[in-house]
C-alpha cells in the first residue's frame, strides 16, 4: 500500500483562534463579489467555488447555502442539488482540464480533514498521472500553472453556458 503524505496543510487543519465568520456563509450570502469570494455558480441551495488553496487547477467545491457540520443536517433537495452541481462540475471540469481522473469527495469533521468542519461542503478537483511530484511531497509547495482569475474565468463562463 502507497500512503500520500500532505505535511502543508497540517498548519491549515490544527489552526486555533478566535471564531471567524464562516467563509461559506459569506459567499452564499455576498451575491455582490463573487469573483473575489470565488464563487463560479449559484444554483437554488447550492452554490459552487473555487479552494482557495486548490491542490490541482480546478479545485472547486460545491457548497450548501444553509451552514451545517454533516449530510444528516440539510434537507433532501439541498443534497439532490448537491450531487447535480457535482457531477456538472465534473463534465466542466473534464472539458476545460482534460483530467485523467478526478477526486470527488467530502471531509466531514476536522479529524477527517475538514479544514472548515462546521460547513459541509464536496470538493471536486481534477487529478492527472504523475500529478504529485517532489515539490510537493518534500518542498511543501504546490506548483499550480494556473492563477486563480484564469480559472475563475474558465468556470464561470463554463457554468454561465
Same mark, same amino acid.
Given at each position: 500500500?502507497?500512503?500520500?503524505?500532505?505535511?502543508?496543510?497540517?498548519?491549515?487543519?490544527?489552526?486555533? =483562534?478566535?471564531?471567524?465568520?464562516?467563509?461559506?456563509?459569506? @459567499?452564499? /450570502?455576498?451575491?455582490?463579489?463573487?469573483? #473575489?469570494? *470565488? %464563487?463560479?455558480?449559484?444554483?437554488?441551495?447550492?452554490?459552487?467555488?473555487?479552494?482557495?488553496?486548490?491542490?490541482?487547477? =480546478?479545485?472547486?467545491?460545491?457548497?450548501?447555502?444553509?451552514? @451545517?457540520? /454533516?449530510?444528516?443536517?440539510?434537507?433532501? #433537495?439541498? *443534497? %439532490?442539488?448537491?450531487?447535480?452541481?457535482?457531477?456538472?462540475?465534473?463534465?466542466?471540469?473534464?472539458?476545460?482540464?482534460?483530467?485523467?481522473?478526478?477526486?470527488?469527495?467530502?471531509?466531514?469533521?476536522? /479529524?477527517?480533514?475538514?479544514?472548515?468542519? #462546521?460547513?459541509?461542503?464536496?470538493?471536486?478537483?481534477?487529478?492527472?498521472?504523475?500529478?504529485?511530484?517532489?515539490?510537493?511531497?518534500?518542498?511543501?509547495?504546490?506548483?499550480?500553472?494556473?492563477?486563480?482569475?484564469?480559472?475563475?474565468?474558465?468556470?464561470?463562463?463554463?457554468?454561465?453556458?
Amino acid at each position: 500500500m502507497d500512503y500520500l503524505w500532505t505535511p502543508w496543510r497540517y498548519q491549515y487543519v490544527t489552526k486555533t =483562534g478566535e471564531a471567524q465568520e464562516c467563509i461559506f456563509c459569506a @459567499a452564499a /450570502s455576498d451575491t455582490v463579489h463573487d469573483r #473575489e469570494r *470565488l %464563487v463560479v455558480h449559484r444554483a437554488a441551495r447550492n452554490l459552487v467555488m473555487l479552494n482557495r488553496y486548490p491542490y490541482t487547477s =480546478g479545485h472547486v467545491m460545491v457548497v450548501p447555502y444553509e451552514h @451545517a457540520p /454533516s449530510l444528516e443536517a440539510v434537507a433532501d #433537495e439541498t *443534497l %439532490v442539488e448537491l450531487i447535480g452541481l457535482a457531477r456538472l462540475a465534473e463534465k466542466h471540469l473534464r472539458a476545460l482540464y482534460r483530467p485523467d481522473g478526478l477526486n470527488l469527495g467530502f471531509n466531514i469533521g476536522r /479529524s477527517a480533514g475538514a479544514g472548515i468542519a #462546521e460547513h459541509i461542503h464536496m470538493h471536486a478537483l481534477p487529478r492527472w498521472t504523475g500529478d504529485t511530484s517532489f515539490m510537493t511531497a518534500v518542498g511543501e509547495t504546490r506548483v499550480l500553472p494556473e492563477d486563480l482569475g484564469t480559472t475563475w474565468t474558465k468556470l464561470w463562463r463554463a457554468f454561465a453556458e
